[in-house]
């Protein structure tokens, strides 16, 4: 299984360890599949029935940044979402302001 690729990018050894585990699990899973989007990629366990159900084994399309790398990226999502909130309700209070001047014209 060292040599699985997804679109012609090899999976991580780690991921396949982790595919392997989940295929071992005593047959938790009747399948396991791999499914892409967008440079993302992840590995799930499905178990067939009437409705099948889909469980995340693992994802590896940012195996390639440190854990800090990551934190940082989380810091700076953050601090755009407050930052746009902010400004869209100074927006809005500017608005607000201006339209009770105009009304009181």
Do not use: H
Not at 3 to 20: A, M
Not at 50 to 56: A, L
Not at 64 to 73: F, S
């Amino acid at each position: 299984m060292e040599d699985l690729q997804f679109n012609s990018e090899p999976i991580p050894g780690s991921v396949i360890t982790e595919i392997e585990r989940a295929k071992n699990a005593t047959g938790l899973f009747d399948r396991v599949e791999i499914w892409g989007r967008a440079g993302d990629p992840m590995a799930v366990g499905v178990i067939e029935g009437r409705e099948p159900r889909y469980f995340s084994i693992a994802r590896w399309g940012d195996a390639e940044i440190t854990l800090e790398q990551a934190k940082e990226r989380l810091r700076a999502e953050k601090w755009l979402v407050w930052f746009s909130a902010t400004w869209g309700m100074c927006a809005l209070l500017i608005l607000i302001v201006a339209a009770i001047v105009q009304s009181g014209r």
